[in-house]
């Protein structure tokens, strides 16, 4: 049923959808306990440091910099772990079979599926895991395609963004959004 001609597709972006909705949804109160202690940390440093150059050099720039990265910190474990389940319950082998057709139309073939969808996680070791690829052909298309995808270094930036667009709206409108600058990466990748 997975690798259905109509039906896997449609189950595939669902996969996605909810894989990318839940980056928001879940993380969201992860989210505001991180930011939370950080803000505590920077207003209990400062109190101690008093006022000065020191004092704000460590709450406005150490912490709050920590913060600033910190924060998408649940964002990024989300995504990795949802990737992680789908590739242990087997569904991404399912998926490249089922991709192999649409991926032989650009030169390439199902097997430059897990190192593309790696791509989204990290770009480096994705085009590393194109090594395995028989074709040496294949194996340049995908390394040279890897670096459009949308990596998780790029999360914080889309997070952030959309964050801002989609505020007080459907944790879902986030989610969709987050999965169209996806496709849209995938699209441009196979242009």
């Known amino acids: ?26 993380a969201t109160p992860f989210m505001d306990y991180v930011d939370e202690f950080f803000s505590f940390l920077g207003t209990k440093s400062a109190t101690l440091l008093g006022d000065g150059l020191f004092a704000d050099l460590v709450a406005n720039g150490v912490i709050a910099s920590f ?8 964002q990024i474990f989300i995504l990795f772990l949802g990737i992680g389940f789908l590739e242990d319950s087997g569904y991404l082998a399912r998926a490249s079979t089922l991709i192999d057709k649409p991926f032989s139309k650009i030169g390439m073939n199902g097997r430059s599926f897990v190192p593309m969808l790696s791509g989204f996680a990290c770009a480096v070791p994705a085009i590393m895991a194109s090594r395995t690829l028989g074709n040496y052909r294949e194996r340049m298309i995908t390394m040279f395609v890897i670096p459009l995808m949308s990596c998780s270094a790029r999360l914080p930036v889309f997070a ?7 505020y007080n709206k459907p944790s879902w409108m986030a989610g969709l959004a987050l999965t169209v600058i996806y496709i849209g990466s995938i699209i441009i990748g196979a242009i």
């Open 1 to 26: 049923f997975l690798l259905h001609p109509f039906f896997g597709y449609v189950i595939f972006a669902l996969v996605m959808i909810t894989l990318f909705t839940s980056i928001f949804y879940l």
């Open 160 to 166: 952030l963004l959309l964050t801002f667009l989609f």
């Open 67 to 74: 913060a600033a990265v910190f924060v998408f910190v649940p």
